[in-house]
């Protein structure tokens, strides 16, 4: 099954959020298919401590203005990855080096991807 609009839309936000905050590297994956807990994963790399804590914040309250709040925050700043689980949509904002260090793309492989800028599907992976 695939994504639902809702999260899309929510996806699509939070990516606008992430790039206004000059994050690197924003990708969509639908993992709608293999997960029972989300829909899209919005992967997002930072420089540095005071980008990721900027970057988080702008992600919260545009999906804020949709209706949604966090409802786990798993991390901090100065760990270099913060997640935020808005339920259907997960975001995870990495430091550079613990983005390339976990892989999450490589994790996620075979799942499609979607355009941070409009949720089209890009590929079938």
Do not use: K
Not at 50 to 74: D, M, N, P, S
Not at 99 to 108: D, K, M
């Amino acid at each position: 099954m695939p994504a639902s609009e809702e999260a899309v839309t929510l996806g699509v936000a939070a990516a606008a959020a992430a790039d206004e905050r000059s994050a690197t590297d924003v990708v969509l994956l639908e993992v709608a298919d293999v997960l029972v807990v989300a829909d899209l994963f919005l992967v997002a790399s930072v420089s540095n401590e005071r980008q990721l804590g900027a970057v988080t914040r702008a992600i919260e309250e545009a999906l804020h203005a949709h209706g949604r709040r966090v409802l786990r925050r798993e991390g901090v700043a100065s760990s270099g990855w913060v997640l935020l689980d808005f339920g259907d949509l997960v975001c995870h904002v990495l430091h550079e080096e613990q983005r390339a260090f976990y892989a999450l793309e490589r994790l996620w492989a075979d799942v499609p991807h979607r355009d941070p800028a409009t949720g089209a599907v890009l590929d079938a992976a």
